[in-house]
């Protein structure tokens, strides 16, 4: 039987998570320039303005477990995994800002985190069947 290969051994999986956690570390920094929110708890304040842990640690592995499931489904599957958890994120979004980990401006609508991590998701997707498709 053969053996299966972790998925963060696949070279396309590392790259697809690299862009993820640059793309999403960029995204950060541009919405706390705007100021549409900030990351009141986050590591070394006096240096980052955002969240680092999340973009270069919880990002990463939030890819890697949808990159996971992704991999297992059909077109239609792989659609539905997109939506759902794109649908997850304003109820975590919301937690944080609970937590005191997230804050928002007065302007921000949660709606604009669903179509954001809409896209987000879609282009790592596309990204990653991109990668599949040239190694092949």
């Known amino acids: 039987m053969p053996k299966k290969r972790l998925p963060f051994r696949n070279k396309n ?67 539905g995994v997109i939506l759902f958890v794109s649908l997850l994120m304003p109820i975590f979004e919301k937690f944080a800002e609970q937590l005191g980990w997230f804050a928002h401006s007065d302007g921000w609508q949660h709606f604009y985190t669903f179509f954001g991590y809409l896209l987000f998701l879609t282009i790592i997707y596309l990204f990653n069947k991109w990668l599949e498709k040239r190694t092949i």
């Open 13 to 79: 999986y590392l790259a697809s998570i690299l862009l993820a956690s640059l793309l999403g570390t960029y995204l950060d920094l541009y919405f706390v320039g705007k100021q549409l929110y900030q990351f009141p708890m986050r590591p070394l304040p006096e240096l980052f303005s955002i969240n680092i842990t999340f973009t270069l640690l919880g990002l990463p592995i939030l890819v890697m477990i949808f990159l996971s499931f992704i991999s297992r489904v059909n077109i239609w599957g792989e659609m």
